[in-house]
Nanobody, 126 residues
């Protein structure tokens, strides 16, 4: 079992930046892909970005491409989401997740992720 804890959320203005962190504990997660999802009030959870276990392959939702960057430090068991040029529509609770072994690197399906954090709130004011 793995536990994931997100941090780094907060209240910022449009155009600002934030870096989210997701730190794992429990079983080794260095060999597994990871991802970030978000959920805004009244909306379904949506895919944001994912990274494979080596960190070489990354995939992004069109809405964040060019503004967000996912990365990882396996020695620290931590996955990051650097968010630049934030927009009010980026306001949501952001969740990190660890993939099931064997799931496709680029899959956006939440069902391919085995463990989830509790989320961190990001609020972007206009």
């Amino acid at each position: 079992q793995v536990q994931l804890v997100e941090s780094g959320g907060g209240l910022v203005q449009a155009g600002d930046s934030l870096r989210l962190s997701c730190t794992a504990s429990g079983r080794t997660v260095s060999n597994y892909g990871a991802g970030w999802f978000r959920q805004a009030p009244g909306k379904e959870r949506e895919f944001v970005a994912t990274i494979n276990w080596t960190g070489r392959n990354t995939y992004y939702a069109d809405s964040v491409k060019g503004r967000f960057t996912i990365s990882r430090d396996n020695a620290k068991k931590t996955v990051y989401l650097q968010m630049n040029s934030l927009k009010p529509e980026d306001t949501a609770v952001y969740y990190c997740a660890s993939r099931y072994p064997g799931s496709l690197d680029g899959s956006h399906d939440p069902k391919d992720f085995a463990s989830w954090g509790r989320g961190t709130q990001v609020t972007v004011s206009s």
